[in-house]
């Protein structure tokens, strides 16, 4: 079995891939790991795949895979877990920003302590500040939120012990969430690494300003499904028997009145002009809506079986 898999997604990045593969290349070889580099190239419009295609033919450990379009980061990593083939998987982004060096240390604790993930720590980081400080806002809610005490859940250099990247599904943009969706699979024996950052060399970042809200609604989304993908009823009826009940005890409540007043001989208001009325029956629809919107997602979860929602152009080196 192979020693290490390393995964890197790349998206226009074509400038850096040849420094990046070897310098993974070279350090594999000083300590005498067997590995395969595997580049999933995300539908990049540079040459970055010309490139790919490139290493591969003069080091038979480079592995490439090319999508038809950008299906993002996630989709990258969910494809490159899939072919990994080491015992220990590593993943780094393509711009030279995370360090090779770093290798044999997140492959030690993987495999000599025992750590499920080892997730790299950017403690003194080379970003800009409009990214650093929601950064680490995300972090602390994140941290909340999961009880997972790491500093840097975003970090693009990460080590998994093979059993979790093949247990565990990213879609969407849920790689920033990677040690949650782990630990809510079962994989708890999380570790932090302080790792090496260096400012990108070549290109220009992927995700611009709009990674803040998009990486809130996912952080809202990701405990969501966590909680309820498999019982969706739990919610959406819950919520719904909330709703239904009040509107229904509005409507007693407003019956009863009524009838005590026409037996003491009060005079008493048409039902329909009463505020309450109107209030009671939205309550009663909109209980009785989340109580299909239930059924409706029981009954997709119960027919979900597809697992990924990406297709695959070309593959090279992958000889099975
Ligand atoms: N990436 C990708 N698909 C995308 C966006 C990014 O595969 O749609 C890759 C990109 O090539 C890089 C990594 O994800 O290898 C991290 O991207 P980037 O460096 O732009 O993110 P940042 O460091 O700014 O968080
Ligand atoms: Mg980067």
Redesign the pocket.
Known sequence: MLQISVI??????EESLPELSNWISRVMEEHGFSYEIIF?N??STDGSWKMIAKLSQINPNVKGISFTR????SA?LDMGFSKAKGKVVITM???L?DSPEEIPDLYDMIVKDGYDIVSGWKKKRF?PIT?TIPSRFFNFITRMISGIHLNDF?C?LKAYDQKVVKNIHIYGEMHRYIPLIAKWSGFSKIGEKVVEHRA?KYG????GIE?FLNGFLDLISVSFVNRYRKKPMHFFGTLGSVSFLAGFFITCWLIGQKIFGLYKGLQVREITDQPLFFLALVALIVGMQLFLTGFLAEMMTSHSSRKTDYNIEQELNFND
């Open positions: 890197i997604p790349v998206f226009n990045e999933v995300d539908g950008n299906y993002g980061k990258a982004d393509a711009d920003q970003d990214k975003n693009g990108r220009e970042t992927k995700f990674r």
